[in-house]
């Protein structure tokens, strides 16, 4: 090719380029709630609130944003679509949340392969349970073990505790990561703001592997013993 034709074909390049470069290229993005989903009870029409973010900062719209609720105890599945509201970034979906428990929580974007874990849902079966659930924390574990999210990885990627133990993860990063646990029996963190913590206590026997949805190459696992 003479020296006039690779001009040419360059600028060609640099005119397309912009063109065909997919608009959230080389970026990644969080899902997360706009505000904590509590004190449901049985039958109740829950609106989630959802805030794409792009890096975690800017609001930005995509395609086909889905919620599902499993539940628990049974694998029930309900999947729900999240409607665009007229802000940029935000989403509204409506789920009827049809059993007393446990209920895990994620956002998926379809059109960008990404999803995340929201914080676990719990219901109740009517206002007289709501009104009677204690919760006390920490009272009777051993002390608690130290899991922190710094320079993009879990640190230490493997914990081993016992029974009972309480482990506390610490978002120390510059930037927002989760919590999320294969298995439905452990809590999800949702959305941790950089500084923030969650913990949780294990009483079972296992190995539970947890990532963070918005870096699915972020991985550890907790080694449960008795």
């Known amino acids: 090719m003479n020296r006039r034709k690779l001009i040419a074909a360059l600028a060609a390049l640099c005119v397309l380029g912009p063109m065909v470069a997919p608009v959230h290229a080389g970026g990644w993005a969080t899902i997360e709630l706009a505000e904590p989903v509590e004190n449901v009870i049985v039958g109740d029409v829950v609106e989630l609130n959802i805030m794409i973010l792009q890096h975690g900062l800017t609001p930005a719209d995509y395609e086909g944003v889905t919620v599902t ?22 989403y509204q979906a409506e789920i009827t949340f049809d059993a007393p428990g446990r209920w895990k929580i994620r956002g998926d974007i379809a059109s960008f392969g990404i999803g995340a874990a929201f914080p676990t849902v719990y219901v109740h079966t009517n206002k007289a349970d709501l009104d009677a659930e204690t919760v006390s924390k920490g009272s009777d574990v051993d002390a608690v073990v130290e899991v922190n999210i710094i ?37 999800d963190s949702g959305i941790l703001e950089p500084g923030e913590s969650f913990e949780v206590t294990f009483d079972a026997v296992g190995e539970f592997l947890f990532v963070c949805g ?13």
């Open 151 to 187: 320079s993009g990885t879990f640190d230490p990627p493997l914990t081993t505790v016992t029974t009972g133990s309480t482990v506390r993860f610490t978002n120390m990063d510059g930037i927002k990561h989760e919590v999320a646990f294969a298995d439905s029996a452990i809590d």
């Open 69 to 90: 609720a499993t539940h628990a105890e049974s694998a029930k599945t309900i999947e729900v679509e999240a409607v665009a509201t007229v802000e940029t970034g935000t």
């Open 214 to 226: 918005p870096h699915p190459g972020m991985s550890g696992s907790i080694e449960v013993e008795e």
